[in-house]
């Protein structure tokens, strides 16, 4: 499956923003999805994601309560609601597909779909 990312902005803290990631390809709905963001000089963690049906999420600490993830697969897209947005959450984010089943703790391990990254900058 091919993933394009969208959506990220330069927005102030205290903002929101939206990012989607369309998939083309494959059956979308064969596959888990999930966000991960690279902060400058950091390593690809985890923020979120969600299961093919779309009815488990999983989010980590740090995105709990702020963001949502959610998917369309009508659409073929799976999206990134980030609210009360903080500068910490700079970075480039990249969506990714996981055939099959999500396994927690989730990480980049199993997603062997990568969209090309879409640049977020919270400013303070």
């Known amino acids: 499956v091919q993933l394009v990312d969208s959506g990220g902005v330069l927005v102030q803290a205290g903002g929101a923003l939206r990012l989607s990631c369309a998939a083309s390809g494959r059956t979308f709905s064969y596959y888990g999805m999930g966000w991960f963001p690279q902060a400058p000089a950091q390593e690809r963690e985890f923020v979120a994601a969600?299961?093919?049906?779309?009815?488990?999420?999983y989010y980590a600490d740090s995105a709990k309560g702020r963001f949502t993830i959610s998917r369309d697969n009508a659409k073929n897209t799976v999206y990134l609601q980030m609210n009360s947005l903080k500068a910490e959450d700079t970075a480039v984010y990249y969506c990714?597909?996981?055939?099959?089943?999500?396994?927690?703790?989730?990480?980049?391990?199993?997603?062997?779909?990568w969209g090309q990254g879409t640049q977020v900058t919270v400013s303070s």
């Open positions: 990714a597909a996981r055939l099959r089943g999500l396994e927690v703790p989730i990480t980049e391990a199993g997603f062997g779909s």
């Open positions: 969600i299961s093919r049906g779309g009815g488990t999420t």
